[in-house]
T-cell receptor
Framework: GQQLNQSPQSMFIQEGEDVSMNCTSS?????WLWYKQEPGEGPVLLIA?????ELTSNGRLTAQFGITRKDSFLNISASIPSDVGIYFC?????????????FGKGTKLSVKP | NAGVTQTPKFRILKIGQSMTLQCAQD?????MYWYRQDPGMGLKLIYY???????DKGEVPNGYNVSRSTTEDFPLRLELAAPSQTSVYFC?????????????FGSGTRLTVV
């Protein structure tokens, strides 16, 4: 089945630093999504990308949908302690079971005050 | 508005026991999903449903069963629990399959099989 390669696996950064993580796939997706998961909770949607080349921001978060539709990155600027969590990329196609989400393995972010 | 509610939050099962993980949503969503999340891994789809009375297998359905008798409820059944089913289980719902902004997750059920 389709798989997403997400990197890095974990990051330890100082408060105020910028963060970048990315996701690649061997196949095309119609939609790319970025989720954040905090301990004991389900994933929460941060950004959804619908068009190849699309660049979208949500506060300090910026994400881009790769032009080939096989990759995406997420940047977090000026990190703060509450950014701690696991960030997942997910890809989605439409129609049948392909309408369901395929998740990367996550990037665990730790922020030192 | 509770969104997606999962019960129980935690459970320990012995090998061979059975249990049902409950999932209910109050958003009148047609689509519901069950995912499992193993340590250090992303979520993998177990089963999904596009409406009451209709269910289909996802990527990892073996060892599980589901039913969808109402729009609101989508229980997940484990008949003979095995250690490989130790995981965190997430239920999700959406109003239609392509609507990712409406994809709401529950807070999860942490299951340990010993």
């Amino acid at each position: 089945g389709q798989q997403l390669n997400q990197s890095p696996q974990s990051m330890f950064i100082q408060e105020g630093e910028d963060v970048s993580m990315n996701c690649t796939s061997s196949s095309i997706f119609n939609t790319w999504l970025w989720y954040k998961q905090e301990p004991g909770e389900g994933p929460v949607l941060l950004i959804a990308l619908y068009k190849a080349g699309e660049l979208t921001s949500n506060g300090r978060l910026t994400a881009q949908f790769g032009i080939t539709r096989k990759d995406s990155f997420l940047n977090i600027s000026a990190s703060i302690p509450s950014d701690v969590g696991i960030y997942f990329c997910a890809g989605q196609n439409y129609g049948g079971s392909q309408g369901n989400l395929i998740f990367g393995k996550g990037t665990k972010l730790s922020v030192k005050p | 508005n509770a969104g997606v509610t999962q019960t129980p939050k935690f459970r320990i099962l012995k090998i061979g026991q059975s249990m049902t993980l409950q999932c209910a949503q109050d958003m009148n969503h047609n689509y519901m999903y069950w995912y499992r999340q193993d340590p250090g891994m992303g979520l993998k789809l177990i089963y999904y449903s596009v409406g009451a009375g209709i269910t289909d297998k996802g990527e990892v359905p073996n060892g599980y069963n589901v039913s969808r008798s109402t729009t609101e409820d989508f229980p997940l059944r484990l008949e003979l629990a095995a250690p490989s089913q130790t995981s965190v289980y997430f239920c999700a719902s959406s109003s239609r399959q392509g609507e990712v902004n409406g994809y709401t997750f529950g807070s999860g059920t942490r299951l340990t099989v010993v």
